[in-house]
C-alpha cells in the first residue's frame, strides 16, 4: 500500500525515477532500499541512516546528489522504516542484535544490487549509520572508494556517564533486552517540538520527520531497547580498541556538529585523530543532523563531500 505523502517542498519529495525494492539477509528478513540514477553515474553514493531514520527523509539529499551525476542508494536498517522489525508485537520498540550483523547486511546488499553496477561505491552515513559503516569499513576494506560521516556515533554520553556502564548495560540487556530503555517509549506528535530543537535549527528541515510519521504510522519508531543501548554501546567500544581506526585506510570526511547532544563529539575528535586518512569538518552551527541543516552548514559538508569523491576518484 502507497504512503501517505505528506505536504512538503518539492525537494523534500521522491525524486523523478526513484524506485524501491526489497532484499532479504541471511536470516531471512526483509529489508528495504530505495535508489535512483542518472544516465551515466560516474559512482554509486549508498546512504547509511541513524536510528529510527527511513528512505523518504533523504530525498532532497539524493536530488543533490543526481544532480553532481551520482547515483544513490538508501538501505533501512532491520528494525526501522518499512525494513523488518526485530520485535513483531511490539513494532516500535527500536531494538537491535550485534551491531556487525547490520554490517553483514550491507555487504550481503552491495554485492547483490550495487557491485553489479561496476562503478566506485562511496559512503555517506549518519550517526548510528556511521558507527556500523566504520565497522563495515574495518571488516570489509576495499569496498568503498572514499566514506563521509555526519556526527558519527562513536561513544553515547547518556551512556558512558553510568558508573560502570559496560556492565550495567550487560546486566540490563540480559535481564530485560527488549523493553524500553529507562525513560524510552513510543513515537508521540508530542515529542515532535523537543525533537525538532535537538536534531536541526532549519524550520523546514526540521520537520521533516514527523511530517512522514503522521500520516505513516508503519515507518513509526519509538525509543530504544536495553538491547539497542548495549549492543550500540558495545560497537562504540569495540571501535575505541587500540588498531582498529589505525586499520582503516579509506579517505574518510567527518563532520562534528558545534550544537551536538546526542553523539559524544570528545570520542569523535579522538577516533579522527587514529584514522589514517581523514579530514576533520568541524559546523559549529550545526545540530546533530547536519544534512538536515540550515543551507550555510548542509551545503559546506555537501561541498566537502563532493571534494572527496572528487580527489578519490581521480586515483580510481
Known amino acids: 500500500m502507497p504512503l501517505v505523502v505528506p505536504?512538503?517542498?518539492?525537494?523534500?519529495?521522491?525524486?523523478?525515477?526513484?524506485?524501491?525494492?526489497?532484499?532479504?539477509?541471511?536470516?531471512?528478513?526483509?529489508l528495504r532500499f530505495g535508489t535512483v540514477s542518472p544516465a551515466k553515474p560516474v559512482a554509486a553514493?549508498?546512504?547509511?541512516?541513524?536510528?529510527?531514520?527511513?528512505?523518504?527523509?533523504y530525498f532532497e539529499t539524493a536530488r543533490d546528489l543526481l544532480k553532481n551525476n551520482l547515483s544513490v542508494w538508501i538501505l533501512e536498517w532491520q528494525g526501522q522504516g518499512?525494513?523488518?522489525r526485530f520485535i513483531e508485537r511490539y513494532p516500535q520498540r527500536c531494538h537491535s542484535r550485534a551491531f556487525?550483523?547490520?554490517?553483514d547486511d550491507l555487504h550481503e546488499f552491495i554485492k547483490a544490487h550495487v557491485k553489479p553496477a561496476g562503478i566506485p561505491i562511496?559512503?555517506?552515513?549518519?550517526?548510528?549509520?556511521?558507527?556500523i559503516g566504520t565497522r563495515f569499513l574495518y571488516k570489509y576494506p576495499g569496498v568503498f572508494t572514499a566514506a563521509a560521516m555526519t556526527s558519527p556515533m562513536f561513544g553515547i554520553p547518556a551512556v558512558s556517564k553510568v558508573?560502570?556502564?559496560?556492565?550495567?548495560?550487560?546486566?540490563?540487556?540480559?535481564?530485560?533486552?527488549?523493553?524500553?530503555a529507562f525513560g524510552q517509549k513510543n513515537w508521540s506528535e508530542e515529542d515532535e517540538n523537543d525533537s525538532e530543537a535537538v536534531f536541526s535549527f532549519d524550520p523546514l528541515?526540521?520537520?521533516?520527520?514527523?511530517?512522514?510519521?503522521?500520516?505513516?504510522p508503519e515507518l513509526r519508531s519509538g525509543g530504544a531497547t536495553f538491547g539497542w543501548v548495549y549492543n550500540a554501546f558495545a560497537s562504540c567500544r569495540?571501535?575505541?580498541?587500540?588498531?582498529?581506526?589505525?586499520?582503516?585506510?579509506?579517505?574518510?570526511?567527518?563532520?562534528?556538529?558545534?550544537?551536538?547532544?546526542?553523539?559524544?563529539?570528545?570520542?569523535?575528535?579522538?577516533?579522527?585523530?587514529?584514522?589514517?586518512?581523514?579530514?576533520?569538518?568541524?559546523?559549529?552551527?550545526s545540530g546533530h543532523e547536519i544534512l538536515m541543516e540550515r543551507d550555510d552548514t548542509r551545503n559546506q559538508f555537501l561541498r566537502a563531500f563532493l571534494l572527496l569523491i572528487r580527489e578519490n576518484l581521480k586515483t580510481t
Open 45 to 57: 553514493v549508498i546512504l547509511l541512516p541513524g536510528r529510527n531514520e527511513y528512505a523518504e527523509k
Open 122 to 131: 562511496l559512503m555517506l552515513a549518519h550517526s548510528m549509520g556511521a558507527n
Open 100 to 103: 556487525i550483523r547490520h554490517a
Open 7 to 30: 505536504q512538503l517542498e518539492e525537494r523534500f519529495l521522491e525524486p523523478q525515477g526513484w524506485q524501491w525494492g526489497f532484499f532479504k539477509n541471511k536470516q531471512g528478513c526483509s
Open 163 to 180: 558508573p560502570a556502564a559496560a556492565a550495567v548495560s550487560f546486566v540490563l540487556y540480559l535481564l530485560a533486552g527488549k523493553k524500553y
Open 238 to 285: 569495540f571501535l575505541q580498541r587500540p588498531g582498529i581506526l589505525e586499520a582503516i585506510h579509506t579517505p574518510c570526511l567527518v563532520g562534528v556538529a558545534g550544537k551536538e547532544n546526542i553523539v559524544d563529539n570528545n570520542a569523535i575528535r579522538i577516533a579522527a585523530s587514529r584514522l589514517p586518512r581523514v579530514r576533520l569538518l568541524e559546523l559549529p552551527e
Open 205 to 216: 528541515r526540521a520537520k521533516i520527520h514527523h511530517a512522514w510519521l503522521r500520516g505513516n
Open 82 to 84: 518499512l525494513s523488518q
